[in-house]
């Protein structure tokens, strides 16, 4: 299983938001890191397609994700940054909507929302209204919505933004049990959320692939004099190097 971007652009009028972007993603956890701006979200826009690219060409499995289409969006799991919820809705009923926006078999829904329900859970809270929820709980709802028909590639962007510092923790460790023989990309620019649950990381600044690998492979890639601070490097120094100061090139 592979989702393979080769030299993928996008441009806001004369503003390049991703610039010749190259990576090939296997199973696992992805974290991609960088600043607000740095073109996270208009990646993760033009993978699931919401996007029409510029240039370069998008693939799963060898195959164009335009070509493929219904079939693509069966295996795709999308949970966007912002909370757009009919706030009278129960969190069950918010899935069988979304369970018939992704054309899941009225046969199938229930289980479906069962399955995800229990995986996220959520199935105590099933019939509560949404709006009665914490923030951390609405979250997990959108959550469970990107997992409805089991999708082979999860894209998160922002998943734990506004929450304290106990949620977050709960969603990562969601999201980490979710990860097994699935492409999991995780936006974000909170740097912890990375470091505690990312197979591989991307750093990306002005639109551009600056360097990925490992958390100990990019700590390696930093020069032994660069000590901002006193105590032992991590992620965190990484991102101060690469990302955090704009003079950097």
Not at 24 to 45: D, E, W
Not at 96 to 104: D, N, P, T, W
Request: include cysteine; glycine fraction near 8%; charge should be negative.
């Amino acid at each position: 299983m592979e989702l393979k971007l080769s030299e993928v652009t996008k441009k806001y009028g004369e503003q390049v938001a991703l610039d010749k972007f190259s990576f090939s993603f296997c199973p696992g956890i992805y974290g991609i890191l960088g600043a607000n701006g740095a073109g996270k979200s208009t990646m993760m826009n033009l993978i699931t397609d919401n996007l029409k690219r510029d240039g370069g060409s998008i693939t799963f499995d060898g195959e164009d994700i335009k070509e493929m289409g219904t079939s693509y969006r069966r295996i795709l799991g999308y949970m966007t940054q912002q909370q757009g919820f009919y706030e009278g809705m129960t969190a069950e009923s918010f899935l069988v909507y979304m369970a018939r926006l992704k054309e899941i078999p009225r046969k199938a829904v229930k289980k479906e929302i069962d399955r995800v329900l229990e995986m996220t859970n959520l199935a105590d809270v099933r019939h509560k209204k949404i709006g009665s929820f914490s923030g951390g709980m609405k979250q997990r709802v959108l959550l469970a919505q990107a997992l409805l028909g089991d999708p082979k590639v999860l894209i998160l962007d922002e998943p734990t933004a506004g929450l304290d510092p106990k949620e977050r923790a709960r969603l990562r460790d969601h999201i980490y049990q979710l990860s097994k023989d699935r492409i999991v990309l995780l936006a974000t620019h909170i740097v912890s959320d990375i470091e505690a649950i990312a197979d591989s990381i991307l750093l990306l600044r002005q639109g551009k692939l600056l360097r990925s690998g490992t958390t100990e492979e990019l700590i390696s890639s930093l020069p032994p004099d660069w000590t901002p601070v006193i105590h032992s490097l991590s992620l965190e120094d990484v991102y101060l190097y690469y990302l955090g100061d704009d003079s950097y090139e």
